[in-house]
């Protein structure tokens, strides 16, 4: 009964059953009148009236627009009004129709339609016991009008179900679309950075690095007093400078998680943060200072592995593992969970996740792109271990 709470079709469909109501009131209080039926029309206009108030009354009371138990008492003292009409007049058996959607409406449907038949009974009985003929109609009319009347309001409250389910559907679907595109955003972006990084560091930082050995090397080999050496030194200065602020660039381009610490730290914040698996962090080895795309690529690694790890696998537990050695770097990445086959899950046959299928591409492709291997090995309800060796630079502890 909640006006904020109404669709336009509901409203229309209110105004229309009030309107009814009235008009039917009205018709009362005029036969009563005008003399067209037998009983007394002073006690037939008070009971009208009487009836018109109740029913005005209930859309202005909070309670009854807001909860089950304000609506029952209502409809309780309307239908006790309309019993003291139908008592009087059996004029008053018209009102029952529009008690019909009252009741339907506002009630439990098993109250609401145990309501209405006691209603349709009501208005039977009232025709009946003012002495009107016996007829089919008497009997057939309130009964057809109470099952239009339950058939209607249980209808339109299941097309409203059914209307709201869809409506709740449609704005998941749009949140949850807003949130892919976001993450694609924020994953392009990353990605993009991550291209960057790569392309500076592999092109203008080695070329500058390259730029500036050949110059030391050339200021080595000219005669002593040379007026070229003050140009040669001011060159290898400058290329200097321009390494150093490409490596900056560089490491403003790595992943965020690099940003505060060092790639063992990301990976040690991985684990801690790992959802749904006990994940273990260590290292081996003397730590070394790596290149921003090594990090990269061992960092991504290891998220892609560990999130397979917690969404496929069921793993209880995952231990990840940073080595470092003489000539290169390892990463493996281990779990108890239930395992797969490799070859099938490249390909993507035998049921594998789109993740896990497309996933061990990427990692291989990034290692393979740094001149590293890359190995899995697992079995079904024997885990999965992933390995990753890089082969150290020359300059790995260095500034490269």
Known sequence: MDPRSLTPALRVLRLCLHLLTAGLL?????????????????????????????????????????TRAGAACWLAVLGAVWAVLLALSPDGLWLAFPLYFLLVHLLPARWGVPAVAVAAGAAIASYVGHGAPLNAGAFIGPLIGAAVAVATVLGYQALYRESESRRRLIEELIATRAELADAERTAGTLAERERLAREIHDTLAQGLSSIQLLLRAAGRDLPAGSPAADHIERARATAQDNLAEARRFVRALSPPDLDHGSLAGALERLCATAPGVSARFTTSGTPLALPTP???????????????????????????????????????????????????????????????????????????????????????????????????????????
Request: charged share 20%.
């Open 294 to 400: 090594y990090e990269v690529a061992l960092l991504r690694i290891a998220q892609s592995a560990l999130g397979n790890t917690a969404r496929h696998a069921h793993a209880r537990r995952a231990e990840i593992t940073l080595s470092f050695m003489e000539t290169s770097v390892a990463l493996d990445v281990v779990d108890d969970g239930d395992g797969f086959d490799p070859e099938r899950a490249v390909t993507g046959d035998g049921g594998e996740s789109l993740d896990r299928g497309f996933g061990l591409p990427a990692m291989r492709a990034r290692v393979r792109a740094l001149g590293g291997t890359f190995t899995v090995e697992s079995a079904p309800g024997q885990g999965t271990a992933v390995a990753v060796t890089l082969p150290l630079p020359l300059s790995a502890g260095g500034a490269a």
């Open 26 to 66: 009205a018709l009362v209080v005029v036969r009563a009148l005008t003399g067209r039926t037998a009983e007394p029309a002073a006690a037939v206009v008070t009971a009208a009236a009487a009836m018109g108030a109740v029913y005005a009354a209930g859309p202005l009371i909070p309670a009854v627009r807001s």
